[in-house]
Each structure stands twice: as C-alpha cells, then as structure tokens.
C-alpha cells in the first residue's frame, strides 16, 4: 500500500501555487481510492475504521510512505533525487524520499512527473523488501492504485 506525504521549503507554497496545488491534490486522490489507513503507528492511532469502502490496516502487509520535499526559500533540499529512506520491519513499512527539482517547482509540476517519481519509488521499495527477506511489495495492487490516481489527476485538469 502506498502513502504520499509533502515538506515544503517556504511560506510562497500558497493552495494555489502549480506543485502544491498538484501534490495536495495527489495525496487526497491516492486517499480517497485507496481508502484510510486504520490501526497504530509510532505517534499512536491512525484513522478509525470506516464503516463501508476500502482501508488499509497498517503493519497488516508491506507499505510505503512516499514523501515529496519541496525546495523554498527557507529550506533547500538540494538537487533532485529519488532515495530511500527509513525501513521499519516492525510495520512493515520503508519510506521513500523525492526531492522536487526547481524546473518542476518553476513549472508548477506535472502529472506525468508525480505518477513516475511514484512508480520509482515503488521499485524502490519492492527491491528493499526483497533485500530485507520481508513479505514481498504488492506492486501490481500499487500500481492498479497509481493508475487511479492517475486518470482521476487527469480528469480533475492536471
């Protein structure tokens, strides 16, 4: 399962500016399909069972937190890369860190830009699973949710 998660570096990201406007959009999106996360984490309860539609009980199977950082005026976070981050064998989770480049920051972000750093990150994770002897990534239920998010962006205007 996957989640997205955003940092920005300054106070100019308005609702309205292009790549805050696209990554908010993509976080409700990828939530809205994908449905809530229910159970606990390291800073306590998720979001409480819903009664109908789709869930994800963290720490049930492999997931990944995708977290977009976005440079500003009060933090850079320096040159565009894709990263892992921190894997927890606990909940089953590793996260993943992209760093915007400024072209996308100055172009307000695109969706095909969103949806491939994604799909990356996907990679990413499916391979630390492996390597850590986990349970293996779902990566053909992540994409399936990725190409949602996908047609949904698009049909919002993205």
């Given at each position: 399962m996957i989640s997205i998660g955003t940092i920005y570096g300054g106070p100019e990201f308005s609702p309205s500016s292009g790549i805050k406007n696209l990554l908010e959009?993509?976080?409700?999106?990828?939530?809205?399909?994908r449905g809530p996360w229910?159970?606990?984490?390291d800073y306590g309860p998720c979001d409480s069972r819903p009664e109908s539609g789709p869930f994800f009980v963290k720490g049930s199977a492999p997931?990944?937190?995708?977290v977009f950082s976005v440079s500003g005026s009060v933090a850079?976070?320096?040159?565009a890369k894709i990263e892992v981050g921190r894997f927890?064998?606990?909940n089953q989770a590793v996260s993943v860190s992209v760093i915007v480049s400024g072209e996308e920051?100055?172009?307000?972000?695109?969706?095909?830009?969103?949806?491939s750093a994604l799909e990356k990150s996907i990679q990413i994770a499916s391979e630390v699973f492996k390597k850590k002897k986990n349970d293996p990534?779902?990566?053909?239920?992540?994409t399936s949710l990725l190409n949602q998010t996908r047609e949904s962006l698009i049909e919002q205007g993205f």
């Open positions: 959009s993509t976080v409700k999106t990828l939530r809205k399909i229910v159970g606990n984490d997931s990944l937190n995708v850079d976070f320096g040159v927890s064998r606990k920051v100055t172009s307000g972000g695109s969706v095909d830009f969103v949806i990534f779902d990566i053909e239920k992540a």
